[in-house]
């Protein structure tokens, strides 16, 4: 039973399910009550994928019932078709609160939202910084404040030098340099990855069971697959799978980090990333783990760099860029590209078959790891001129993962370069023969990748092209980009017209590919 002199409400979000969350510090049983609620308004903001929505209320409801049984007074309101800030709001009135209490939320859309909740009821709104990340907004602002540019490389060898990770006794790097990248690009071989132990999977429980009924129903017409929901959804379940990976997959992660393979959904990746930006598992103690694997087992230290920089690099660096750079962030289109996002996103049904294979995977899993982001699905929606606040959406609704602090900067900032290399130093593009060498995607395709244009031309080669021959001039002046501007160079009027055409009539008929 709910203490009726409850005066501080101590919201706590889907993607904030930590034991240490900050505002359970100094919790009243006398009176404080925690909040936690189901809306079908944040599961329709985008027409998201059923397994992102089991993954969330499945997780939320074990994380509640185990709050509960630590003695916590807690309301949980399932399944409501109110939304999150008129939940809040009933709440806030029902139970007669003065105060609103909450970690930083990972959307700024929410925070907004709370923020002008507060001051129409006159409540004092106190959002308490996250405390599972390594770095505080505030703290990345500092860092980037005298920063001309701002590049992961340099925020990353800040942070290993603050925390210890992979340093000598002088301050050096371990290996005696920074960065393994290069080591970490290798595709598979052509006969195949061969045999990779599978990621560590977990059976449905009854709650899982029951969430999964709930949204087969609730949900029909959304996109995306059940059949193969078995994903961690508890604290203890995420911890076995991390260990399992540092066991038996971390040491070929970093090599093959890159590879792309047909029927391989998660080749040597962690899928630690859901569990992660659940907060189920603390970045801290994934890292300590790995260090541990990396030590007792003699693992690589390029893979493991490769997987550390992952965590305490790129995922704490985009985070810093989103909270730096919202709310002008969402509607960067430093191209000024405005076409419509092709239906077959939702369907997958095209005949590139890198992106059906891509597309299909994320409909079956709700999962496709960073470089079938980066530079299939996200590489194509950039040459196609595809406006960036519609692809933008699409990622946060068919990955698991998503969370907007870290989905949009990836997305708008990495993939598609709508804010005009504001922390990347060039485009991320590439034609079919980067996908034709690190992926036998190419191998059963009805488009040939070294072709251009023609009937048989690959369209992501004909588009590449096409945005070369486009931005020649931008591309020349940047270092990183000069050699593809040399490439075009190379081809004459009459081809440079032809891949022209070619791209025209492809970006016309963006449904019919």
Known sequence: MIHMTSKRIILILGDQLNESHPALSGFNPQTDLILMAESSAEANYVWSHKARIVIFLSAMRHFADKLSKHGYHIKYIKESELSLVNIVR???????????????PGEWRLKVQLESLAINLGIKLQVIEDNHFYITCDEFKEWASNKKELRLEYFYRYMRKKHNILINVDGSPKGGQWN?????????SKKGPGLIPPPLFFENDQITLDVITYVENRYKSHPGSLENFKWPVTREDALQALHYFVKHRLENFGMFQDAMWESTPFGWHSILSVALNLKLLNPREVISTVLEGYEESKLSLATVEGFIRQIIGWREFVRGVYYLDMPNLSNENFYAHERALPNWYWTAKTSMNCMNATINQTLKYGYAHHIQRLMITGNFALLAEILPKAVSEWYLAVYMDAIEWVEMPNVLGMALYANGGRFTSKPYIASGAYINRMSNYCDR?????????????CPMTTLYWNFLIKHQANLDKNQRTRLMSINVKKINDNEKSAIKSHAKMLLANLNAI
Not at 90 to 95: C, G, T
């Open 180 to 188: 393994f990248d290069v080591q970490n690009r290798r595709p598979f």
């Open 90 to 104: 009933e709440q806030l009135l029902k139970h007669h609160a003065t105060h609103l209490v909450l970690a930083t």
């Open 445 to 457: 395709c009805l488009y040939k990748p070294d072709i251009k244009y023609g009937d048989n031309a």
